[in-house]
């Protein structure tokens, strides 16, 4: 190598994940400083003070937030959204064929049952512990519990409506088999349209399509290229939407934080305590004992590769947007098979929810502690099996658990309507348990994927 070759400036260029993290931090300290500089008083002297709404926010910053970050941080989640359907088909299609075997798809099956079994059971536990050692309701004080449920009582009564919708389990499970393939598609992603169940139907279907190639492989070589080409395709439009993720998500966060600020947080403090802490437990303590009981992978080695889609999880609040990058992330930089990461992750995207299944227990008890009913230790047990059951049929997108949160209040007789006292912190929530499902579901990747040979992350710098 020359001397001028070797006296070039080395250009470094900025990690993806480390943009994200610098977007997501502006967006929450431009949100909340936007948020207090609207409830400063008037400047003195002023003669017509500008007008406040509700809230104490000036109508400028609810028009900045409605017309143009909120906007800008959809366009974000739709730039994601609009390949998921064709990404999780053809990804789970894939995984069969590679796979080749029905026989050992079914065993690839069972252990990830297995290992999603074992850390939603831990999750449910472990929030359900901590609220009844904490009591984060018995701190707030009827005054305020009154007025969050008046503030929120529109959102609550809706989300009421959606949870008498659902339907039993034995029309969940008949459901699951799709009569109508692409009715389901049409209405998988917002679950309005779709008779029977949605995204779940459509991954049953399109394990059956996979499962149907590997009976026929040489007449199907050129649908299993179609595959190919789609979920090409969809992993080049992840790739735009990730490159405007920094800004995306920050307006995202933005959002929340103008409209909210500090308040609720305040006023909601001892819950929000305990759901950070059952969810930092779970991440922390539950997953590297997993991994390092049933994987070949030591916790740092996969925290360091799993980040990025940590961080996307967390802007996103949106197991089902972030799954592009949970796939990416698996094959690139924790090196597991394609097979076991594409079947692992699109099936945990709905199938794995932990971190909801947890939140989902917390929420319950702490009703039951706001509203003053006291749940035996048998309502207790049924809890924590409904949560894990209700994780597994949450939808992967924002607020999907809500509805059945109240299932599961009304279920033990706590009044459905108090949902609407944790409404105004739901989405900041959403965030951290969405970062504990993703990574949830790499978990389990990873550890079903301890039986094969798995490559070498790249070099981190």
């Given at each position: 190598?020359?001397?001028?070759?070797?006296?070039?400036?080395?250009?470094?260029?900025?990690?993806?994940?480390?943009?994200?993290?610098?977007?997501?931090?502006?967006?929450?300290?431009?949100?909340?400083?936007?948020?207090?500089?609207?409830?400063?008083?008037?400047?003195?002297?002023?003669?017509?003070?500008i007008d406040q709404n509700a809230d104490g926010l000036h109508d400028h910053l609810e028009w900045f937030v409605l017309n143009i970050t909120e906007p800008a941080g959809k366009i974000f989640l739709r730039l994601m959204f609009m390949v998921v359907l064709p990404l999780v088909f053809s990804a789970l299609s894939l995984a069969v064929v590679e796979i080749g075997d029905v026989r050992k798809l079914g065993r690839l099956g069972l252990r990830t049952l297995f290992y999603t079994a074992i850390l939603s059971t831990t999750a449910v536990v472990l929030g359900i512990a901590l609220v009844d050692t904490i009591k984060p309701g018995k701190s707030l004080p009827p005054e305020k519990r009154d007025s969050l449920e008046a503030r929120y009582s529109k959102k609550a009564a809706v989300k009421v409506e959606d949870a008498k919708k659902v339907k039993p389990l034995r029309?969940?499970?008949?459901?699951?088999?799709?009569?109508?393939?692409?009715?389901?598609m049409v209405g998988a992603i917002d679950g309005k349209s779709s008779p029977g169940n949605g995204m779940l139907a459509v991954m049953v279907f399109a394990l059956i399509f996979g499962a149907a190639i590997t009976t026929a492989p040489e007449k199907c070589t050129s649908l299993v290229g179609w595959l190919e080409g789609l979920n090409t395709v969809s992993m080049v439009?992840?790739?735009?939407?990730?490159?405007?993720?920094?800004?995306?998500?920050?307006?995202l966060v933005f959002s929340i934080t103008a409209l909210l600020g500090f308040d609720i947080l305040v006023t909601l403090f001892w819950f929000v305590v305990t759901v950070i802490a059952g969810l930092g437990l779970h991440l922390l303590v539950t997953y590297p004992v997993v991994l390092l009981m049933f994987s070949k992978m030591?916790?740092?080695?996969?925290?360091?590769?799993?980040?990025?889609?940590?961080?996307?999880?967390?802007?996103?609040?949106?197991?089902?947007?972030?799954?592009?990058?949970?796939?990416?992330?698996?094959?690139?930089?924790?090196?597991?098979?394609?097979?076991?990461?594409?079947?692992?992750?699109?099936?945990?995207?709905?199938?794995?929810?932990?971190?909801?299944?947890?939140?989902?227990?917390?929420?319950?008890?702490?009703?039951?502690?706001?509203?003053?009913?006291?749940?035996?230790?048998?309502?207790?047990?049924?809890?924590?099996?409904?949560?894990?059951?209700?994780?597994?049929?949450?939808?992967?997108?924002?607020?999907?658990?809500?509805?059945?949160?109240?299932?599961?209040?009304?279920?033990?007789?706590?009044?459905?309507?108090?949902?609407?006292?944790?409404?105004?912190?739901?989405?900041?929530?959403?965030?951290?348990?969405?970062?504990?499902?993703?990574?949830?579901?790499?978990?389990?990747?990873?550890?079903?994927?301890g039986g094969e040979a798995v490559a070498a992350p790249p070099d981190a710098s």
């Open positions: 190598m020359s001397h001028a070759e070797s006296s070039e400036p080395v250009v470094r260029r900025v990690p993806l994940h480390t943009k994200i993290l610098v977007g997501l931090l502006l967006g929450v300290v431009l949100g909340l400083a936007a948020n207090w500089l609207a409830r400063q008083p008037i400047v003195a002297g002023a003669e017509n003070p029309d969940l499970i008949v459901d699951m088999l799709p009569e109508n393939p692409l009715q389901e439009v992840i790739g735009w939407a990730m490159r405007v993720a920094p800004l995306g998500a920050g307006c030591t916790p740092r080695r996969f925290f360091r590769g799993a980040r990025e889609a940590m961080l996307v999880a967390f802007g996103t609040s949106s197991s089902s947007a972030t799954l592009p990058t949970a796939i990416k992330v698996a094959e690139t930089d924790l090196g597991l098979p394609k097979e076991v990461s594409r079947f692992v992750l699109t099936v945990g995207a709905t199938g794995n929810q932990n971190g909801t299944a947890l939140y989902e227990g917390v929420v319950v008890l702490f009703m039951a502690q706001v509203f003053g009913i006291e749940l035996s230790l048998t309502q207790q047990i049924q809890v924590v099996l409904m949560s894990i059951l209700a994780g597994v049929g949450t939808a992967g997108v924002p607020g999907g658990s809500l509805p059945l949160i109240v299932v599961l209040m009304q279920s033990v007789g706590v009044p459905g309507e108090g949902i609407g006292i944790i409404m105004g912190i739901d989405r900041l929530l959403d965030m951290c348990r969405t970062v504990l499902n993703v990574t949830g579901d790499l978990v389990v990747a990873t550890c079903v994927a």
